[in-house]
């Protein structure tokens, strides 16, 4: 990912978080005396839906065994690169996801999309939450962009869990080879019909989100809709937000195409692109915050 000067002047820290709640079954009283008559109850009012701590890294953990495994990376053609695809894929066909891997070919090696709808939806109405997953060949890339993929991989699962009946299409994507220029996503865009482009509604993009020491969240500004209700999702947990345009990941392969974009990124940390970006580069309360942003804003965007 190249960092825009703005970014660079704004990268340090703070956050936290909370749970799904499931109502307990209440056991029968015995017939003898007769019952207090139970004063009506309201319906269960289901708390936020959340992302726990232990669900996003839980990921995070996953992809970096696969680094330690495959010689410390997960980078374009690796096999670190496959094993990471695979685990994701693994992970939605078990959670109901219709899943397609989208073969390229960069550098004389084969890489891969990986791209995962959810049934229903208004299929000419979509919005596509994207991450890249591939490493540099320098390390682990666990900050980028473990990340972001963790944080869109728990999204979904979380969206699967709750049985969520879209009125949008949803659509998930992880891309391959983004730190050799955007291939994977470049390649995702321009084999889409100028017909299919137009069913997107606004591409997501997350882009390292569990930066330690962040101090804001840099919100890509680009498709209103969606650019408003991430500055007030931010706004109403009181956490600080910077704005920024399109450029410097995935989504400016979307931008490039005329397709609206937005999402958000918690900037640059220690260790970019170096042998250290391991997953204690990763701040998990950072991280969780950031996967939450991204649930409660994906699903306000595909309910209406
Ligand atoms: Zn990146």
């Excluded at 078990?94 to 390229?104: D, N, Q, V, W, Y």
């Excluded at 879209?166 to 955007?182: D, M, T, V």
Aim: aromatic share 6%; hydrophobic share 40%.
């Amino acid at each position: 990912m190249e960092i825009p000067s703005r970014i660079r002047r704004t990268a340090a820290a703070i956050g936290l978080c909370a749970v799904l709640v499931a109502v307990p079954a209440v056991p029968a009283v015995a017939a003898t005396e007769p019952a207090a008559p139970k004063t009506p109850q309201p319906p269960a009012v289901p708390t936020e839906q959340v992302v726990t701590t232990e669900q996003v890294m839980s990921h995070l953990r996953a992809l970096q065994s696969i680094a330690d495994r495959n010689g410390g990376n997960r980078a374009h053609g690796s096999k670190g690169f496959r094993q990471s695809l695979m685990y994701v894929k693994g992970v939605l066909d078990k959670a109901g996801f219709r899943t397609s891997l989208r073969p390229f070919t960069h550098n004389g090696a084969l890489g891969y999309n990986l791209v995962a709808d959810w049934p229903g939806g208004d299929p000419d109405h979509v919005v596509l939450v994207g991450a890249h997953l591939d490493s540099v060949e320098a390390g682990p890339g666990m900050s980028d962009n473990g990340s972001g993929s963790a944080a869109v991989l728990a999204t979904a699962v979380a969206m699967s869990r709750a049985g969520v009946a879209p009125k949008r299409h949803l659509r998930f994507a992880w891309w391959g080879a983004e730190e050799q220029g955007l291939i994977g996503s470049e390649d995702y865009v321009r084999k889409l019909s100028a017909a299919q482009r137009r069913k997107i509604d606004v591409y997501l993009n997350f882009d390292m989100t569990g930066t330690r020491n962040v101090q804001q969240w840099l919100v890509v500004h680009d498709e209103p809709g969606a650019t408003d209700t991430f500055e007030a999702y931010f706004a109403a947990k009181g956490l600080p937000t910077f704005d920024v345009g399109i450029g410097g990941s995935d989504h400016q392969s979307f931008g490039d195409a005329g397709i609206p974009v937005s999402g958000f990124s918690t900037g640059l940390g220690d260790c970019y692109h170096a042998a250290c970006d391991r997953i204690d580069n990763v701040d998990p309360a950072i991280e969780t915050i950031s996967a939450n942003a991204v649930l409660g804003v994906t699903r306000q965007l595909v309910a209406h």
